[in-house]
């Protein structure tokens, strides 16, 4: 299994409330990525960083920020929750290899907003 | 508008048999594709790989098969077991310019004992 850890694994808060999640990695790849998965909606992409301080949105990116100061931490911010941003987080990494490069997940953020 | 479709949002075989998934693309542009698996409450996981340079890989009982002419490729699973029942998620990129994944809407495998 790559290395990977988020946390917290569960968050129940309240619709206006900042949040973060955090994704760290031991294997020291440069792309990581996150996702959020909703029923019907697969996975889609929310933002990705391909290295310290570079990031880039996704598909979804509206009402979330995110932050890359070390390789091996990758924060997803909230700035204010809110109902539609209850979903299940999952963070991934990739070496960022050209010609097929391999996205593996980490085990997800249940997130709830009430 | 959805790049990446699976078409069979469910799926059910017999242990022991062949599972089939299905997967059409509709960018040509796309010259690598992924198929995971996903447990309820877990992360996806890596399953096997194809470029569009070969149109078939092997891995154990999985095996995919990518036609380009059809932009459609499928994950063989032979034979099939109980664990093996999991949503699989068929993903594709342009591996030359990128490393964002295009995904589908998955497909719930329950493989019956």
């Known amino acids: 299994d790559a290395g990977i850890t988020q946390s917290p694994r569960h968050k129940v808060t309240e619709t206006g409330t900042p949040v973060t999640l955090r994704c760290h990695q031991t294997?020291?790849?440069?792309?990581m990525y996150w996702y959020r998965q909703d029923p019907g909606h697969g996975l889609r992409l929310i933002h990705y960083?391909?290295?310290?301080?570079?990031?880039d949105k996704g598909e979804v990116s509206d009402g979330y920020s995110v932050s890359r100061s070390k390789t091996e931490d990758f924060l997803l911010t909230l700035e204010s929750a809110t109902s539609s941003q209850t979903s299940v987080y999952f963070c991934a990494i990739s070496q960022g290899q050209r010609g097929g490069d391999t996205q593996y997940f980490g085990p997800g953020t249940r997130l709830t907003v009430l | 508008d959805q790049q990446v479709k699976q078409n069979s949002p469910s799926l059910s075989v017999q242990e022991g048999r062949i599972s089939i998934l299905n997967c059409d693309y509709t960018?040509?542009?796309?010259?690598?594709f992924l198929w995971y698996k996903k447990y309820p409450a877990e992360g996806p996981t890596f399953l096997i790989s194809?470029?569009?340079i070969k149109d078939k890989n092997e891995d154990g009982r999985f095996t995919v098969f990518l036609n380009k002419s059809a932009k459609h490729l499928s994950l063989h699973i032979v034979p099939s077991q109980p664990g093996d029942s999991a949503v699989y998620f068929c993903?594709?990129?342009?591996?030359?310019?990128?490393?964002?994944?295009?995904w589908g809407l998955g497909t719930s495998l329950a493989v019956n004992p």
């Open positions: 993903a594709a990129n342009n591996a030359g310019n990128n490393r964002k994944l295009i």
């Open positions: 960018n040509s542009m796309f010259d690598y």
């Open positions: 294997e020291n790849h440069r792309y």
């Open positions: 960083s391909y290295g310290v301080k570079d990031t």
């Open positions: 194809i470029s569009s």
